[in-house]
């Protein structure tokens, strides 16, 4: 999907450089997924506290394998 936007160059510019990659479109996506990750981040942070663990819960059991 082509898309036309205004972007700052010299900020474009100075994340390719800092990123080393060798296209704008590569640095802008590559800058997009880390946005994306860095806020889904930050939504797991605010749940940190508001929900109390299961005590009982088994990791091991729900480990084993069924055969």
Same mark, same amino acid.
């Given at each position: 999907?082509? =898309?036309? *936007? %205004?972007? &700052?160059?010299?900020? *474009? @510019?100075? %994340?390719?450089?800092?990123?080393?990659?060798? =296209?704008?479109? @590569? =640095?802008?996506?590559?800058? *997009?997924?880390?946005?994306?990750?860095?806020?889904?981040? %930050?939504?797991?942070?605010? *749940?940190?506290?508001?929900?109390?663990? &299961?005590?009982?819960? &088994?990791?091991?059991? %729900?480990?084993?394998?069924?055969?």
């Amino acid at each position: 999907m082509a =898309t036309n *936007l %205004a972007i &700052d160059i010299k900020l *474009l @510019e100075e %994340a390719q450089s800092i990123s080393g990659l060798k =296209t704008k479109k @590569e =640095t802008v996506n590559s800058a *997009l997924k880390e946005f994306i990750s860095r806020r889904k981040q %930050a939504e797991l942070i605010d *749940l940190f506290g508001k929900y109390d663990p &299961d005590l009982s819960y &088994d990791h091991k059991k %729900a480990r084993k394998r069924k055969l």
